[in-house]
């Protein structure tokens, strides 16, 4: 069950570390190169499909 600190309490009393709180613009980053690399490559294959 979790408490007021977001840690959740064991059977022997113990709290487990409070984890992935923390946000990393890194993962942004490359989430936005993906998606954009993902776009030119549906992009690049249409354009191939046309000529």
């Known amino acids: 069950m979790a408490n007021a ?3 959740t309490n064991t059977a022997k ?3 487990l570390p409070k984890t992935g709180d923390k946000v990393s613009p ?3 980053a490359g989430l ?3 998606a954009m690399s993902a776009l ?3 992009g690049t294959e ?3 499909r046309r000529n």
């Open 40 to 42: 030119l490559a549906v």
């Open 5 to 7: 600190s977001g840690t």
């Open 46 to 48: 249409r354009k191939r």
């Open 13 to 15: 009393g113990k709290t």
């Open 32 to 34: 936005l190169i993906s």
């Open 26 to 28: 890194l993962g942004a």
